[in-house]
């Protein structure tokens, strides 16, 4: 059986506590209480949820107290004007598109053999592209291999 979970917090650990009783009920065995449940799961795992926070700078990394705040405020402002522009665009009166080239590349197949990793790779490129209009707005993807980009 597969349930949509919550997306976070304690809802989602309740649902899941949900599921693992009807699980071990249909084996006709009798489940841990809740609290047993929370208790293993946070000392056992220790998985939380939620969305971490990605593309820190190694600027963001060093500093602390009130140079991080400062710098923290810096990116802010730096990064108001897009915020003002994807307004805009979804106001109707622009167009508002952002292109990522993704930084590392995947190679295909996935081996673990050092000699075949340098012999036989097919390395895969992923470009992503969000695009808001006052219609609709959303990502875009297009993925090629090296030898659709004429890379020998």
Same mark, same amino acid.
């Given at each position: 059986?597969?349930?949509? #979970?919550?997306?976070?917090?304690?809802?989602?650990?309740?649902?899941?506590?949900?599921?693992? !009783? =009807?699980?071990?009920? =249909?084996?006709?065995?009798?489940?841990?209480?809740?609290?047993?449940?929370?208790?293993?799961?946070?000392?056992?795992?220790?998985?939380?949820?939620?969305?971490?926070? !990605?593309?820190?700078?190694?600027?963001?990394?060093?500093?602390?107290?009130?140079? #991080?705040?400062?710098?923290?405020?810096? +990116?802010?402002? +730096?990064?108001?004007?897009?915020?003002?522009?994807?307004?805009?665009?979804?106001?109707?009166?622009?167009?508002?598109?952002?292109?990522?080239?993704?930084?590392?590349?995947?190679?295909?197949?996935? #081996?673990?053999?050092? =000699? +075949?990793?340098?012999?036989?790779? #097919?390395?895969?490129?992923? !470009?992503?592209?969000?695009?808001?209009?006052?219609?609709?707005?959303?990502?875009?993807?297009?993925?090629? !291999?090296?030898?659709?980009?004429?890379?020998?």
């Amino acid at each position: 059986m597969v349930t949509r #979970l919550p997306p976070y917090g304690p809802q989602r650990v309740n649902s899941m506590y949900d599921q693992y !009783t =009807e699980w071990i009920r =249909e084996k006709d065995e009798v489940p841990v209480s809740n609290s047993m449940y929370r208790s293993i799961f946070v000392s056992d795992f220790n998985l939380g949820f939620g969305n971490p926070r !990605t593309d820190t700078c190694s600027r963001c990394e060093m500093l602390s107290g009130d140079a #991080l705040a400062d710098h923290k405020a810096r +990116a802010d402002e +730096a990064f108001r004007p897009q915020a003002v522009d994807r307004q805009t665009a979804r106001n109707g009166c622009a167009v508002y598109v952002t292109f990522d080239l993704q930084k590392k590349t995947l190679p295909l197949p996935k #081996l673990s053999v050092v =000699e +075949a990793f340098y012999m036989c790779q #097919l390395w895969l490129y992923n !470009t992503g592209i969000h695009a808001i209009t006052a219609d609709k707005e959303g990502p875009f993807f297009h993925i090629w !291999t090296e030898a659709e980009g004429h890379r020998s």
